[in-house]
């Protein structure tokens, strides 16, 4: 995720706070220090700091969940709305989802049980509806606030764990698209619901209306991406005809080749066609900027190319794609001469043509095949 900062790395997954996380943290001491003066400022902070804790707790419950069914966590993101864990991939099978989505909200419900039975705190009124009155113990305000977590996100819509538990149960019966499909629109509707009450009460409700918004619609768009995927051969996706650029190339040829072409992505390859590496858009723009227009292409490329072999499946590159979280996936022939390449847009491009797409080109999961 673009503007974050690694912070550390837990259990072999990176952490990343997000940079408007920071700001969210100085409006925080702004509006406490505003209500009290300085200690109010820093009862706020240091709670928000406790409580982003527990966040992180929740999603690590998701990740050593997934991991205990194979499913590895690069990296997870703060975020001032909560947190967001990047799964490798999405669980097969719904009990695995319902697992892992479950996992998050019972985290908060121990924490929440912990404070009580060991932390003294007392769950009232005063805690759950006031949560920035430095008046009230911060243990009792914890255990409110994480309970109130564990409900929130039970909500059965996307992104809310809710939304992944109520898929897990449709999918069974309707399939895993329908399922994401049904999930998806009350998320949306939850979004607007927010937005509506935050123009009312409170305008940060519009800010996580939009978040739950556009995780909602991304989600979908991301299930019909893997679902048309599914059963196809490479070959037949793959773009064929692309420009491509030779390691000793000097990077005023990548920027004429760029201007010359609608390609974003350009593979690197040796005078045996084999490649070797990737030149992306924003790659040549950065080259351009602080090599100079003279530095060779092989100082700027990608080394990191993913690829796969020709008679591959199509879901075998989008997982490359998700996994190494790539913006290419190169094709190359027995002989490992690159003879294709596969982006998301390339997928993204058969969702859109959908039932037009010759027999052999929807896959078993696809929308015409109604799973």
């Known amino acids: 995720m673009s503007w974050s900062l690694s912070i550390g790395k837990i259990a072999g997954t990176v952490v990343r706070i997000h940079l408007t996380f920071l700001l969210f943290l100085a409006w925080i001491f702004a509006a406490g220090y505003a209500r009290g003066g300085g200690t109010a400022a820093w009862d706020s902070v240091i709670f928000m700091l406790l409580l982003f804790g527990c966040v992180l707790l929740h999603e690590f419950g998701h990740i050593f969940t997934a991991r205990a069914f194979g499913v590895s ?13 990047q799964l490798e991939r999405i669980p097969e099978e719904p009990s695995q989802e319902f697992l892992i989505a479950i996992a998050g909200p019972l985290v908060n419900v121990a924490i929440a049980a912990l404070l009580i039975l ?13 949560i920035d009155n430095s008046q009230i113990s911060m243990v009792d305000r914890l255990a409110a606030v994480n309970l109130f977590l564990a409900l929130f996100n039970l909500i059965p819509a996307f ?39 935050g123009l009312m009460v409170n305008p940060i409700l519009i800010f996580i209306a939009i978040f739950v918004y556009l995780a909602a619609s991304g989600e979908a768009h991301m299930v019909a991406l893997r679902a048309v995927s599914r059963g196809v051969p490479v070959s037949h996706a793959m ?22 072409t609608s390609q974003g992505e350009f593979p690197v390859v040796d005078a045996g066609g084999k490649p070797v590496g990737l030149l992306a858009r924003g790659d040549i723009i950065k080259a351009i900027k602080t090599l100079g227009p003279d530095a060779r292409v092989a100082d700027s490329m990608n080394p990191d190319f993913p690829t796969i072999g020709h008679r591959s499946s199509l879901d075998e590159a989008f997982k490359l794609l998700q996994e190494k979280a790539a913006v290419a996936v190169g094709v190359t022939d027995a002989s490992g001469r690159l003879t294709g390449l596969i982006t998301s847009e390339t997928i993204a491009e058969m969702v859109m043509l959908g039932d037009s797409l010759p027999k052999d080109m929807r896959g078993p999961w696809g929308r015409t095949a109604g799973v």
């Open 159 to 197: 992104p809310m764990d809710g939304g992944r538990i109520l898929r897990a149960a449709l999918a069974a019966k309707l399939g895993y698209v329908r399922a994401t499909e049904i999930a998806a629109a009350i998320g949306q509707f939850v979004a607007f619901a927010l937005g509506f009450i």
């Open 239 to 260: 773009m064929t005809q692309f420009a491509a650029l030779a390691p000793e190339a000097h990077v005023d040829e990548a920027v004429q080749t760029l201007l010359a």
């Open 118 to 130: 060991f932390g003294g705190a007392e769950l009232t009124q005063n805690a759950a509806a006031a």
């Open 73 to 85: 966590t690069p990296f997870v993101t703060l975020l001032p709305i909560g947190g967001v864990a």
